[in-house]
T-cell receptor, first 111, second 117 residues
């Protein structure tokens, strides 16, 4: 079993839709949870991070962590074609630790 | 944030040859990381490079195959040696966000797309 599981997609949605991206994990030591966005032929860029359980909102993006279920989500409201990218979840036990990445979910937002 | 550049952006190499990938950061950073990204797979950490010390390699990666140099706080190189088609991948350089930041603030270069024929 992989430490982090993420549906590879692709996920195709119409413009304006609410998108839900998810990851499950098995290591209960993970404390920091990140979402990276990777456009084609580019390196990943940090989108959001959260510490422990709870929600964090940034504009159209909301990150949610449920440590009891070992489940994290990224919600994108009012999705735009510019959101079309691969989204990778990532997590670490604490600072200066090795990051464990999911395989990424490819999202396509259709105009 | 840190701005990272990599050279070359892509290359096609023959089996048995070596390629050196350069990573340049616009600020001084303590820790630099080298990752491999293969289609359908998660980012895999190859090694951590600290300035002034030997790189630390992850399980499955060895110095003879992936020698790394870290001559100063803004630059590193990764060499892929004696290449085989299985080495075809995207290689990414990464740094943590500043000397005091935790590793959740990672910044990545644009990657080097390597194809071995």
């Amino acid at each position: 079993q992989k430490e982090v599981e993420q549906d590879p997609g692709p996920l195709s949605v119409p413009e304006g839709a609410i998108v839900s991206l998810n990851c499950t994990y098995s290591n209960s030591a993970f404390q920091y949870f990140m979402w990276y966005r990777q456009y084609s032929r580019k390196g990943p860029e940090l989108l959001m991070y959260t510490y422990s359980s709870g929600n964090k909102e940034d504009g159209r993006f909301t990150a949610q962590v449920d440590k009891s279920s070992k489940y994290i989500s990224l919600f994108i409201r009012d999705s735009q074609p510019s959101d079309s990218a691969t989204y990778l979840c990532a997590m670490i036990p604490g600072g200066y630790q090795k990051v464990t990445f999911g395989t990424g979910t490819k999202l396509q937002v259709i105009p | 944030s840190a701005v990272i550049s990599q050279k070359p952006s892509r290359d096609i190499c023959q089996r048995g040859t070596s390629l050196t990938i350069q990573c340049q950061v616009d600020s001084q950073v303590t820790m630099m990381f080298w990752y491999r990204q293969q289609p359908g797979q998660s980012l895999t950490l190859i090694a951590t490079a600290n300035q002034g010390s030997e790189a630390t390699y992850e399980s499955g990666f060895v110095i003879d195959k992936f020698p790394i140099s870290r001559p100063n706080l803004t630059f590193s190189t990764l060499t892929v040696s004696n290449m085989s088609p299985e080495d075809s991948s995207i290689y990414l350089c990464s740094v943590v966000g500043g000397q005091g930041a935790y590793s959740y603030e990672q910044y990545f270069g644009p990657g080097t797309r390597l194809t071995v024929t």
